[in-house]
């Protein structure tokens, strides 16, 4: 994906202005007998009686101690803010093929629309007319959507469709699937205030033509967008969007799917709702 390509499903520009292991050492070896044992006197008995009674003092003392002040136990700590593990709320509910709605008014919230804002912005869909409008409207503060839609028309024109074997509607020919699938893979937040915010959100999708006799094969991609949202209407919208390649990961050898494959894949397996 280059920087220069714009709006290509899988190429967007910019737009609209914008474990811890703990190891525990070895016990010291014990001696079972402490120091060289002496020949006891009878002087001593005493001594060792009284011994005996202090201890057992002091060990009813320690039981009655430790009943009433119980201890923490360590699993009741929380955990430390560097773990790698999943953060967030529950991803919001969206129905099937829809984009979520009613993101949080935070800065977690920013970010989870930002996500699936991004998923719907690279995706088969936005090269088809009709779809295209509605994704805009949704998406989009109010104030850019006539932009938006102009500057999308003719990204997407018939140029575009003829290049990626789609016709008008954005549709591939009989026997053939087109697909362009985005799965963010992480976010962060550039600036947050309550009602601006610039979120990064790194992606690797799918995209091309599956089937047999395609000239354009499906293939993978690295890319990170920078979205800019704005509070308004009770949700975060889009107010501008951009893109960039990478970060990439080094490839692998593994053998490439056959179109059938890929193509059965698309329509099989379904697609997620995206929360931080």
């Not at 202005?17 to 060289?36: E, F, I, K, V």
């Not at 919001?92 to 989870?112: C, M, R």
């Not at 692998?252 to 494959?261: I, V």
Request: net charge negative.
């Amino acid at each position: 994906m280059s920087n220069d390509d714009q709006y290509g499903g899988g190429g967007h520009g910019e737009v609209g202005g914008t474990g811890q292991t703990r190891t525990r050492l070895p016990d010291s070896p014990s001696d079972a007998y402490g120091t060289p044992r002496r020949t006891p006197r009878a002087s001593r008995g005493l001594v060792t009686v009284v011994g005996v009674v202090v201890l057992l003092i002091a060990a009813i003392a320690f039981a009655n101690q430790s009943q009433d002040t119980p201890s923490e136990p360590s699993s009741d700590k929380a955990p430390a803010s560097s773990s790698t593990a999943a953060t967030g709320t529950t991803p919001l509910p969206a129905a099937p093929g829809t984009i979520p709605k009613g993101f949080a008014h935070n800065e977690q919230g920013a970010q989870s629309a930002a996500a699936n804002y991004a998923v719907a912005l690279v995706s088969a869909d936005i090269l088809k007319p009709q779809m295209r409008r509605q994704i805009v409207r949704q998406v989009f503060v109010a104030d850019k959507v006539s932009e938006l839609e102009t500057s999308l028309d003719q990204a997407y024109g018939k140029t575009f469709l003829d290049q990626a074997g789609l016709d008008a509607n954005g549709n591939a020919a009989q026997g053939l699937t087109y697909i362009s699938r985005t799965v963010p893979v992480g976010t962060q937040t550039a600036k947050y205030s309550d009602g601006i915010a610039t979120v990064d959100v790194w992606c690797t999708g799918v995209f091309g033509t599956a089937g047999v006799g395609s000239t354009n094969p499906v293939s993978n991609d690295w890319f990170t967008m920078t979205l800019t949202l704005r509070w308004t209407e009770s949700d975060w919208k889009v107010e501008g969007f951009a893109q960039k390649d990478g970060p990439a990961p080094v490839h692998t050898d593994r053998t490439a799917s056959t179109a059938e494959e890929i193509a059965k894949a698309a329509t099989e397996f379904g697609g997620f709702t995206y929360a931080r």
